[in-house]
C-alpha cells in the first residue's frame, strides 16, 4: 500500500504543478527551460565532489579495508540490527553531502538500488542535511562568530536523523 | 574534518592493499570509479532539469507563497522572537518552502536574507540569537518533498522501483525536524535557566 503511494506523488505533483501553472496563466514551457538550466549548472557542479568521492571510497573498498573495518563492527552493529556497511555513510552524512552523495551512490552501485541497503542509504541520504555546510554558509554569510548551541542542536538532530532512518527502513523494508 | 574522511579512506586503502596484496585491483579502481562518476554526473542531469524546470513553474505559479501561507501559524510560534510582520518571517517561510520542494539553490540565499534580518534584530552583535538557532535546526533537518538526486542515482543503477523510497524518506525527514525542533527548545531553556540563575545570584 505504502510502496504503491509511492509511486503515486511524483506524477501527481507534476500534473498538479503544470495545471496549476496553466490556470495562474505562467508560460510554463518557457520557465521550464528557465529552471532547467539551473539543473545542467547543478549537475556539473556535483562532478568534481562525486569524483573525488567516490574514487576515494573505491580504493578503500577495493584495497579490503572496508570490510576489515566492517568486520570489525559487524558483531556489536548486528545487536541491533544495524548493516555494518551503512557506518561510513552515517558518519559521513553530518559533515558533508556532495561526499555522503559519493558514499551512498558506491552503496547503491554495490549492493543494488533495491536492496535492503540500498533503500536505507536512499533513505539516509535523503532525510538530513549537512550541518557544516549549513552552519558555514549561514553563519559565515552574515558574520555570525558566537554559534552558541547552534552545532549541538544541528548534530543531534542529524543523529537523529540517521536513527529515524535505521529504524523506519527496518520496519518498512526489513 | 571531511579532509581527514578523505585522504583517510584513499590513504588508508592503499597502505593496506600493499600488505594485503590487493594493490592491483586498487590501480585498476582508481580509474574506472573516476570513469563512473562520471557518467553518473551525466545522468544525473536528466533528472535534476527536468525537476528544477517543474519547480521554476510552481514558484512562477505562485505555489511556494501559497505553502508559505499554511506554515505561518506554526512559524509564529516556532519564533516566537520574531514580530509577526517583520521580514524576517517571510524570508524564513520562503526558505522553508524551497527546502520542501527540494530547490536547495534557491532555498540557501532566501536562508541568508532571513539570517540577515535575525542579525539586525539581535542589534547586529555577533552571537548567534535564539530564532537563528531556530532556523538553522530547520535547515539541517531539512523538511524534502521529493529526494531528486538520489531517485536519479537509483534509476542509473537500474532499479525496479528508483521512487520507493519517498515515502520512508519523508517519514526520517518529519522525524528529524520534530527532533531538531525539540532539541533547539531543550538548549533554548537550559540556556534561559543559567541566565536566570545567575541574575538571582547578583
New interface residues.
Partial sequence: MILQLSNYIIPFIILFVLLYGTYKRVPTYEKFVEGGKEGVTLAISLLPFLLGMIVSISIFRASGAMDAFVGLLTPLLTIIHVPPDIVPLALTRPISGTASLGIATDIIKTEGPDSYLGKLASTMQGSTDTTLYVLTVYFGAVGIKKMGDALKVGLIADFIGIIASLVICYLMFG | ??HI???G??A???V??MF?G??E??N???F???N???F???S??SI????????????????LIKLAELFKPIFKRLFPDIPPDHPAMGYILSNFSANIFGLG?AA?PL??KA??EL?KLNNDQ???SRS??T???L????V????T??IA??MQ?????????????I???I???I??IL??RY??YR?KGRLEYDTSIE
Fill in positions: 574534518m571531511v574522511i578523505w585522504v579512506m584513499a588508508v586503502g592503499i593496506y592493499a594485503n590487493t594493490i585491483e586498487v585498476k579502481v582508481i574506472e570509479s573516476a563512473d562518476a562520471v553518473l554526473t551525466i544525473l542531469i535534476l532539469v527536468f525537476w528544477l524546470g517543474l519547480m521554476r513553474i510552481a514558484e512562477e505559479a505562485g505555489l539553490n540557501t536562508g541568508i539570517m540577515n542579525k555577533d552571537d548567534a537563528m538557532i532556523l538553522l535546526a535547515n539541517t533537518s531539512s524534502t518533498l521529493i529526494p538526486t538520489i542515482i537509483r543503477y537500474d532499479s525496479i522501483g528508483p521512487t520507493d523510497i519517498v515515502i520512508s524518506t517519514f526520517a525527514t522525524i528529524s525536524t527532533g531538531a532539541i533547539d538548549f533554548y540556556r
